[in-house]
């Protein structure tokens, strides 16, 4: 079974900085893509970040942009978001998603945005922005 564990999330002052964990069980390696999503309150999930694990190719929509990096650490397992210049509109729970490999598969970076496209999720961590 794969599971995937966030942490890292908290209170914080906007501007403020976080970084957010992913563990991964298994190799991340044996993955596609890994992404990054917020779920903030009464709205939908919508992604935040993704990076393609097979050329190490990032993605961000223009809210984040420049505010956020992915990264990764394959000898650990582990896929990390760094958030920085934290706006209250950024506040919500936050959660790791993770899409298996699939032979020949080709897949668009809009598609990559959509929360359908990812087959393992985790419980998600909290980021609370607020004086």
């Known amino acids: 079974q794969v599971q995937l564990v966030e942490s890292g999330g908290g209170l914080v002052q906007p501007g403020g900085s976080l970084r957010l964990s992913c563990v991964a069980s298994g190799r991340t390696v044996d993955y596609a893509t890994i992404g990054w999503f917020l779920q903030a309150p009464g709205k939908e999930r919508e992604a935040v970040s993704f990076?393609?694990?097979?050329?190490?190719?990032?993605n961000y929509p223009n809210s984040v942009k420049g505010r956020f990096t992915i990264s990764r650490d394959d000898a650990k397992n582990t896929v990390y978001l760094q958030m920085s210049g934290l706006k209250s509109e950024d506040t919500g729970v936050y959660y790791c998603a993770a899409r298996k490999r699939r032979i020949g598969a080709i897949v668009s970076t809009r598609f990559l945005f959509n929360s359908s496209a990812y087959d393992y999720w985790g419980q998600g961590t909290q980021v609370t922005v607020s004086s």
């Open positions: 990076i393609r694990l097979t050329n190490n190719a990032t």
